[in-house]
């Protein structure tokens, strides 16, 4: 069985932060690339951040970059992504993959079952 779970959201006013954790069971992911997406409701899910196997390598939307930090800890087999000056258009469920290579830009083989982010103004 494969399961990743993440953990962190939650309700914060606008220019506050959280940190969304994804744990994952069942195999371990440290040879492959992991990945944050997010799903606003009536929205297309989007890629916001993803990571390479050994963290060389990242990559931000442009929406997020300068705010968010994806890392990894893979003793842990987690995935973290660190949020900053957030806003309402941050507003979404967020999830975690884990991706079918070791960089990032593969097709993403397993996901999270979401957290839901809330940003208020």
């Known amino acids: 069985q494969v399961q990743l779970v993440e953990s962190g959201g939650g309700l914060v006013q606008a220019g506050g932060s959280l940190r969304l954790s994804c744990a994952a069971f069942g195999r371990t992911f440290s040879a492959y690339g992991m990945g944050w997406f997010r799903q606003a409701p009536g929205k297309e899910r989007d890629s916001v951040a993803a990571i390479s196997w050994n963290g060389g390598s990242t990559y931000y939307a442009d929406s997020v970059k300068g705010r968010f930090t994806i890392s990894r800890d893979n003793a842990k087999n987690t995935v973290y992504l660190q949020m900053n000056s957030l806003n309402p258009e941050d507003t979404a469920v967020y999830y975690c993959?884990?991706?079918?290579?070791?960089?990032?830009?593969?097709?993403?083989?397993?996901w999270g079952q979401g957290t839901q982010v809330t940003v208020s103004s």
């Open positions: 993959a884990v991706s079918s290579g070791p960089g990032i830009g593969y097709e993403y083989d397993y």
